[in-house]
């Protein structure tokens, strides 16, 4: 197999940032082990593929969960956004400039272009409820139902 398309092909037995799961990266590497390689090729597939079967599913590679959320700040405002981190960290770090206790109300998984996602739940809130001035992320909630309720709705 030429390099290039090699390293492309292998490329594939990566658990990235696309949320490949390790299933479907080991999936890859077994189906390009079918094809006709070089022994230094045959080589960098099984330790990618050995390290993949490795009991911490690969270990940095493993994909970093990214999660909208929804925050209550206060009684009645609610900020929507998104994390790569740690809930706990974004809420350690949005709590150091608020006033406010700030606690999760919700949260959601996210695969895909999250940037989107957010973009539409925001709007989605813009539509529903008031924003609080100086920002897009803050929405005034007066029922704390309306805001989960709104938040769950996948359309």
Wanted: aromatic share 8%; hydrophobic share 30%; net charge positive.
């Amino acid at each position: 197999m030429n390099s290039n398309t090699f390293r492309a092909k292998l490329a594939h037995c990566n658990v990235n940032s696309w949320n490949r799961s390790k299933e479907n990266a080991i999936k890859k590497c077994k189906a390009l082990l079918l094809n006709k390689l070089s022994p230094e090729q045959k080589k960098k597939v099984n330790a990618r593929y050995n390290k993949l079967q490795h009991k911490n599913g690969g270990g940095k590679h493993e994909p970093k969960q990214t999660v909208l959320y929804m925050m209550q700040m206060g009684q009645k405002y609610y900020k929507v956004g998104y994390t790569r981190r740690p809930i706990e960290k974004r809420i350690k770090s949005l709590q150091t400039g608020c006033n406010y206790q700030i606690q999760v109300v919700s949260t959601r998984r996210v695969i895909g272009n999250v940037t989107r996602k957010e973009a539409q739940l925001k709007q989605k809130f813009s539509d529903k409820f008031k924003q609080s001035s100086g920002g897009t992320e803050i929405f005034f909630i007066p029922n704390k139902e309306d805001a989960v309720k709104a938040f769950m709705q996948r359309k």
